[in-house]
């Protein structure tokens, strides 16, 4: 199974900044460099919400809620995806799950983001 991490999750007041890191193990079958990569949320009692997708080549692709203030980036020296959050509101509020995207889906265990004042 491909293993996934996230961290850098916590509290931060409205208009403030945070910034995810997610790192992806490789396996015989896995190569970080050609995987698509991307950034779900979800609050509690409603559905995963689509965040931020990042393609093998750097293509990206965001929610209409998160674009202009999110930026995902991806490392593959490091193995690690990220995700600039900036001008945070409080209804950014959620867990954070990274997730490898292809045949199915392997997501992280998920960091909570909190903006509140």
């Known amino acids: 199974q491909v293993q996934v991490v996230e961290s850098g999750g916590g509290l931060v007041q409205p208009g403030g900044s945070l910034r995810l890191s997610c790192a992806v193990s490789?396996?015989?079958?896995?190569?970080?460099?050609?995987?698509?990569l991307a950034w779900y949320r979800q609050v509690p009692g409603e559905q995963r919400e689509f965040v931020a997708r990042i393609t093998r080549s750097g293509g990206t692709t965001y929610s209409e809620s998160v674009k202009g203030r999110f930026t995902i980036s991806r490392d593959n020296a490091e193995k690690r995806v990220y995700l600039q959050m900036d001008s945070l509101k409080p209804d950014d509020t959620a867990v954070y799950y990274c997730a490898r995207e292809g045949s199915r889906t392997d997501w992280g265990q998920g960091t909570q983001v909190t903006v509140s004042s």
């Open positions: 490789e396996t015989a079958s896995f190569t970080f460099r050609l995987a698509q």
